[in-house]
């Protein structure tokens, strides 16, 4: 069970921390809202998660085992 809420506690800092730089660090950075620089952040982490995921997939020779 501790295990479980230092976890917890673990995420939730690095949500603080992750949100206070956007807040306070993300406008000096002068990314401008145009639609390519909208896009590119709101596909990049889906874009992301897939190529991670996908490259987990076993091959078509590995699952394959005779028996």
């Known amino acids: ?3 479980q ?8 800092v690095f ?4 949100s206070l730089l956007i807040r306070y660090i993300g ?8 639609t ?3 896009l590119i952040m709101v ?5 992301i ?3 991670a995921l996908l490259s987990r997939l076993p091959s078509k020779g ?4 005779g028996g």
């Open 1 to 3: 069970m501790e295990n």
């Open 5 to 12: 809420i230092g976890f917890v506690v673990k995420v939730f």
């Open 15 to 18: 949500s603080v921390v992750l």
């Open 27 to 34: 406008p000096g950075l002068g990314i401008g809202g145009t």
């Open 36 to 38: 390519t620089n909208v």
């Open 43 to 47: 596909l990049s982490p889906s874009l």
């Open 49 to 51: 998660m897939a190529i």
């Open 62 to 65: 590995e699952g394959e085992r």
